[in-house]
């Protein structure tokens, strides 16, 4: 069955090595802590977590993208007022897809998501312009076309970020060139 979804994918920047120099228990509080935000962000959002995904998570949502942009912008907010030993990083895309076997989804509108966050530097929300809805507490900023790795052609990308958040500074610019 083809259905129209949003998609993010949300990671916890530099996982392993946190993992190698803080150890196991400091890096499974710092996932509880990430797992717990996820759970309630998404429920106050009203958008699914699709899977775990170790250190990352995947979201889905049915509408173009509006509450599925806030609630990653407010588990970033979150992350960044506890002062997290780790930045966020993410990939959003929207777009036709399989519904497979009921609970799995198949399809470019995934992978792109998937990809995006993979590219995405520290404090990064990278999404495509199909995100067609995106909340007044958010701004988009211009990405340019980057080169995704799997993807034949260069794919036009947007920048998120909260509102009165300060601007990332990227290495997205060099992805395009």
Request: proline share 5%; net charge negative; charged share 25%.
């Amino acid at each position: 069955m083809r259905v129209e979804r949003t998609f993010a994918f949300i990671d916890l920047c530099g996982f392993t090595a946190f993992t190698e120099s803080e150890g196991d228990q400091r890096a499974v509080e710092v996932l509880g802590d990430f797992r717990a935000c996820v759970r309630k962000v998404s429920s106050d959002h009203g958008v699914r977590v699709a899977k775990w995904l170790g250190d990352g998570a995947m979201f889905v949502a049915v509408d173009g993208g509006g509450a599925l942009v806030d609630a990653v912008l407010e588990v970033e907010r979150h992350f960044d007022e506890i002062q997290a030993p780790l930045a966020l990083r993410a990939g959003m895309a929207r777009g036709p897809v399989i519904l497979f076997e009921g609970d799995d989804y198949i399809g470019t509108a995934v992978n792109l998501a998937s990809r995006l966050c993979d590219i995405a530097a520290p404090h990064e929300v990278l999404a495509t312009p199909s995100i067609t809805e995106v909340p007044d507490t958010a701004v988009v900023e211009p990405g340019g076309p980057v080169k995704i790795p799997g993807f034949s052609r260069r794919v036009p990308v947007v920048k998120l970020r909260r509102r009165g958040h300060w601007a990332t500074t990227s290495s997205t610019a060099s992805r395009s060139a």
